[in-house]
T-cell receptor
Framework: EAGVAQSPRYKIIEKRQSVAFWCNPI?????LYWYQQILGQGPKLLIQ????????DSQLPKDRFSAERLKGVDSTLKIQPAKLEDSAVYLC??????????????FGPGTRLTVT | KNQVEQSPQSLIILEGKNCTLQ??????????LRWYKQDTGRGPVSLTI?????NTKSNGRYTATLDADTKQSSLHITASQLSDSASYIC??????????FGKGTKLSVKP
């Protein structure tokens, strides 16, 4: 089966610019996650969707980050305006099960963002 | 505070040698623990998952152990290969479904 797709793979922007990332989860997966992974750290959950509803966005910096999953399939994550500390890899993951439980999360290749 | 600590931070070994990576956690209540392998430039891929009642789980040359009493887990890699060079991340799921990620151990296997 096809894996989680993300685009772009790399993005370089200047601070205060805007950027958007796209994720297409594995077909049939109800739950979708966006993570931020700073170099040398483990991933940090930004937001979790179940179908098109937000389950957890407690660690999403809502003053500059936004995400949507309007039709319960693809999702976009936006940063506006970007700061230097936003430089990181943004990982999208999806799982078949509902939020919680043992459902394995399948990760996409990530988008590496560099803010200069 | 729920935390996952991994050691060592980085490790260099020669091809063919064995190694063991450590994971200590303070997550409570505990649901399960996974070890992920993350190749450079790729997303993490699950290697093993263990629940409270499981002490050991193998996946080829990878063997994970879990001691739920001491809240410790290890990942043992046997007969390492160059392709084992990656970051290995320990992830603990709390009973409410929240995931707590360790910072990972960066393993380099040299010829």
């Amino acid at each position: 089966e096809a894996g989680v797709a993300q685009s772009p793979r790399y993005k370089i922007i200047e601070k205060r610019q805007s950027v958007a990332f796209w994720c297409n989860p594995i077909s049939g997966h109800a739950t979708l996650y966006w993570y931020q992974q700073i170099l040398g750290q483990g991933p940090k959950l930004l937001i979790q969707f179940q179908n098109n509803g937000v389950v957890d966005d407690s660690q999403l910096p809502k003053d500059r980050f936004s995400a949507e999953r309007l039709k319960g399939v693809d999702s976009t994550l936006k940063i506006q305006p970007a700061k230097l500390e936003d430089s990181a890899v943004y990982l999208c993951a999806s799982s078949f099960g509902l939020a919680g439980g043992r459902a394995e999360q399948y990760f996409g290749p990530g988008t590496r963002l560099t803010v200069t | 505070k729920n935390q996952v600590e991994q050691s060592p931070q980085s490790l260099i070994i020669l091809e063919g040698k064995n190694c063991t990576l450590q994971c200590n956690y303070t997550v409570s209540p505990f649901s399960n623990l996974r070890w992920y392998k993350q190749d450079t430039g790729r997303g993490p891929v699950s290697l093993t998952i263990m629940t409270f009642s499981e002490n050991t789980k193998s996946n080829g040359r990878y063997t994970a152990t879990l001691d739920a009493d001491t809240k410790q887990s290890s990942l043992h890699i046997t007969a390492s290969q160059l392709s084992d060079s990656a970051s290995y991340i320990c992830v603990v799921r709390g009973s409410q479904g929240n995931l707590i990620f360790g910072k990972g151990t960066k393993l380099s296997v040299k010829p």
